[in-house]
């Protein structure tokens, strides 16, 4: 009865912004537009991105269009973050790390590939300064890597890369490996201090599954395009296993080939649950994409007045966007409809 009545008012919030989430309808429809113009101009009539997109004009490049769908997200959380009592701020809080991480890992690519910025940072300002001790300001005015860790000084991410930056050159891999070890370390911690036993749990098979995909992911990577010694690739893993047993990340770190890496995977919970078959080889972002879906989808049904529903559907508009601008940038340069669909609609 206690969870019932806490969550009650929020999930109604919850089901009434999930309503207005793209259908695989919507989805096909923008499919066959042929511009991207038209594209937007669908998005606009949606009520979900009819206000993100008011005042859109000129050039229509991937920076601006992306930047208006992140602020989609961000007035999302802003408004359950306003709905949500104290203890399920708790848990928005410490959601909003994810957000930092994800800005500050793409100021990472556009650095690393001597790129100007193609989204104003300045934007989300409003924004951070309510929920992040970030200096938008101080981020956006930064030329290169080494000014723009500087910047971050006094957040807890600037000793971590600050150290990274003062040994051999690293790559964009390093960095983002370190930001998403700081982040579920960091978020394993603080679940045990502030959530109740029932939320801890709940969250665990979401945040638990992510890191182990996640894992699964470095492990490929690290063998495959950085070939890297077995000693070096533990080094690199989230020292946390929830689905995934020693034996079987054992298995996947020590296989000779790929066969012998897909055989390993295929016999975890994550191969059963995505119906792994002898012969497939899938990609492991697709994979990653599938058994998460499946995974939250299941948290918030089974839990429909808890953590999981505001977990839930900050991970599933996200993941909208994410098909939005893949969507957006196959009419861009025109690919056909139904290659488009099998990028953006789960098979």
């Not at 602020?71 to 999302?76: E, G, V």
């Amino acid at each position: 009865m206690g969870d019932l009545l806490s969550y009650s008012g929020i999930t109604t919030k919850v089901r009434a912004m999930e309503s207005r989430l793209i259908t695989e309808g919507h989805f096909r429809d923008m499919a066959s537009l042929e511009t991207v113009s038209d594209a937007v101009e669908y998005l606009r009539r949606l009520p979900a991105y009819e206000g993100v997109f008011q005042n859109l004009e000129g050039e229509l490049h991937r920076g601006v269009i992306e930047q208006r769908l992140i602020l989609s997200l961000y007035q999302d959380f802003a408004k359950l973050y306003r709905f949500a009592n104290l203890d399920q701020r708790k848990f928005l809080d410490l959601y909003f790390m994810h957000f930092e991480i994800r800005l500050i890992k793409k100021c990472f690519r556009n650095a690393m590939g001597r790129s100007r910025p193609d989204i104003d940072l300045l934007a989300f300002r409003e924004f951070f300064d309510k929920h992040s001790r970030l200096d938008l300001v101080k981020l956006s005015s930064s030329s290169d890597i080494s000014s723009f860790i500087a910047n971050l000084e006094g957040s807890i991410y600037y000793g971590l890369l600050a150290e990274l930056e003062d040994g051999k050159q690293p790559a964009l891999f390093d960095y983002e490996v370190r930001l998403d070890l700081l982040y579920f370390k960091s978020t394993w911690k603080v679940m045990g201090r502030h959530l109740t036993r029932k939320e801890r749990k709940i969250l665990s098979r979401c945040f638990g599954s992510r890191m182990d995909l996640l894992n699964i992911q470095w492990i490929y990577r690290s063998k495959k395009y950085y070939h890297l010694q077995s000693a070096d690739i533990y080094s690199l893993l989230i020292p946390i296993h929830y689905q995934l047993t020693r034996e079987q990340v054992t298995k996947m770190v020590e296989a000779a080939s790929d066969d012998e890496f897909y055989g390993a995977l295929r016999s975890t919970f994550y191969g059963r649950l995505t119906d792994l078959e002898a012969r497939d080889r899938p990609d492991l972002e697709s994979l990653t994409q599938k058994a998460l879906g499946k995974i939250y989808r299941l948290a918030s049904q089974q839990n429909p007045y808890s953590i999981a529903v505001l977990n839930s559907y900050l991970y599933f508009k996200e993941e909208e966007i994410q098909k939005i601008i893949t969507l957006i940038e196959s009419i861009r340069y025109s690919v056909n409809p139904e290659e488009i669909i099998s990028y953006v609609v789960a098979q």
